[in-house]
Protein backbone atom coordinates (compact mmCIF):
# COMPACT_ATOMS: atom_id res chain seq x y z
CA UNK A 1 0.00 0.00 0.00
CA UNK A 2 1.26 3.28 -1.22
CA UNK A 3 1.86 5.95 1.56
CA UNK A 4 3.22 9.22 1.83
CA UNK A 5 3.88 10.78 5.04
CA UNK A 6 4.52 14.54 5.23
CA UNK A 7 6.07 16.03 8.54
CA UNK A 8 7.77 19.11 10.06
CA UNK A 9 5.77 22.22 8.90
CA UNK A 10 4.70 24.63 12.02
CA UNK A 11 4.34 28.16 12.87
CA UNK A 12 7.35 30.80 12.31
CA UNK A 13 8.21 34.50 11.67
CA UNK A 14 8.94 35.71 8.44
CA UNK A 15 12.90 34.95 7.75
CA UNK A 16 13.11 31.80 9.62
CA UNK A 17 13.22 28.40 8.41
CA UNK A 18 11.36 25.10 8.17
CA UNK A 19 13.02 21.50 6.84
CA UNK A 20 10.28 19.42 5.98
CA UNK A 21 10.32 15.57 5.58
CA UNK A 22 8.14 13.20 3.91
CA UNK A 23 8.33 9.03 4.28
CA UNK A 24 7.22 7.02 1.37
CA UNK A 25 6.66 3.62 1.43
CA UNK A 26 4.67 1.39 -1.21
CA UNK A 27 6.80 3.71 -3.89
CA UNK A 28 9.44 2.26 -6.73
CA UNK A 29 11.10 5.97 -5.05
CA UNK A 30 14.67 4.99 -6.60
CA UNK A 31 13.60 5.42 -10.02
CA UNK A 32 10.74 8.73 -9.95
CA UNK A 33 11.54 11.92 -9.56
CA UNK A 34 9.63 13.65 -6.47
CA UNK A 35 8.14 16.64 -5.62
CA UNK A 36 6.98 19.14 -2.68
CA UNK A 37 3.79 20.90 -3.46
CA UNK A 38 1.55 23.17 -1.65
CA UNK A 39 -2.02 24.59 -1.02
CA UNK A 40 -2.53 28.03 -0.14
CA UNK A 41 -6.44 29.03 1.66
CA UNK A 42 -8.55 29.45 -1.60
CA UNK A 43 -5.65 28.48 -4.42
CA UNK A 44 -5.10 25.21 -6.48
CA UNK A 45 -2.13 23.06 -5.42
CA UNK A 46 1.14 24.31 -7.03
CA UNK A 47 4.20 22.70 -7.36
CA UNK A 48 7.17 24.38 -5.19
CA UNK A 49 10.30 21.76 -5.95
CA UNK A 50 11.25 18.99 -7.73
CA UNK A 51 14.07 16.35 -7.93
CA UNK A 52 14.99 13.60 -10.17
CA UNK A 53 15.67 10.40 -10.01
CA UNK A 54 19.32 11.16 -10.47
CA UNK A 55 19.51 14.62 -8.09
CA UNK A 56 18.69 17.62 -10.32
CA UNK A 57 16.56 19.64 -8.95
CA UNK A 58 14.32 22.60 -10.23
CA UNK A 59 12.20 24.80 -8.30
CA UNK A 60 9.05 26.96 -8.50
CA UNK A 61 10.32 30.97 -9.41
CA UNK A 62 8.75 32.04 -6.11
CA UNK A 63 10.88 30.27 -3.93
CA UNK A 64 14.02 29.75 -5.86
CA UNK A 65 16.92 30.75 -3.99
CA UNK A 66 15.22 30.01 -0.50
CA UNK A 67 13.98 25.93 -0.94
CA UNK A 68 16.16 23.17 -1.19
CA UNK A 69 14.50 19.90 -1.87
CA UNK A 70 16.84 16.65 -1.51
CA UNK A 71 16.40 12.95 -1.50
CA UNK A 72 17.86 9.52 0.20
CA UNK A 73 16.94 6.81 -2.11
CA UNK A 74 18.19 4.45 1.14
CA UNK A 75 15.54 5.10 3.26
CA UNK A 76 12.85 6.37 0.70
CA UNK A 77 12.13 9.67 1.87
CA UNK A 78 12.22 13.57 0.22
CA UNK A 79 12.99 16.79 2.24
CA UNK A 80 12.40 20.85 1.61
CA UNK A 81 14.37 23.11 3.30
CA UNK A 82 12.73 26.57 3.62
CA UNK A 83 14.91 29.74 4.00
CA UNK A 84 13.53 32.73 4.50
CA UNK A 85 10.07 32.41 4.92
CA UNK A 86 7.65 34.78 3.56
CA UNK A 87 4.13 35.18 4.58
CA UNK A 88 2.86 33.96 1.39
CA UNK A 89 4.53 30.64 2.19
CA UNK A 90 1.56 29.94 4.38
CA UNK A 91 0.25 26.71 2.66
CA UNK A 92 -0.28 23.13 3.67
CA UNK A 93 2.81 21.25 2.21
CA UNK A 94 2.61 17.64 0.37
CA UNK A 95 5.11 15.26 -1.06
CA UNK A 96 4.47 13.09 -4.15
CA UNK A 97 5.91 11.77 -6.85
CA UNK A 98 6.42 14.30 -10.35
CA UNK A 99 3.79 13.48 -12.20
CA UNK A 100 1.54 12.93 -8.75
CA UNK A 101 -0.31 10.16 -8.07
CA UNK A 102 -4.08 10.99 -7.41
CA UNK A 103 -4.01 9.54 -3.72
CA UNK A 104 -2.16 12.50 -1.37
CA UNK A 105 -0.76 12.02 2.67
CA UNK A 106 -2.12 14.23 4.61
CA UNK A 107 0.18 17.12 4.46
CA UNK A 108 1.75 19.09 6.76
CA UNK A 109 0.61 23.08 7.12
CA UNK A 110 3.38 25.68 7.65
CA UNK A 111 2.06 29.07 8.67
CA UNK A 112 4.69 32.05 8.19
CA UNK A 113 3.48 35.05 10.68
CA UNK A 114 4.73 37.80 13.01
Known amino acids: QRQLVESGGGLVQPGESLRLSCATS????????MGWYRQAPGKERELVAR???????DYADSVKGRFFISRDDGKKSVALQMNNLKPEDTAVYYC????????WGQGTQVTVSS
Open 26 to 33: GVPFSINA
Open 51 to 57: ITSRGAA
Open 96 to 103: NRNPPYST
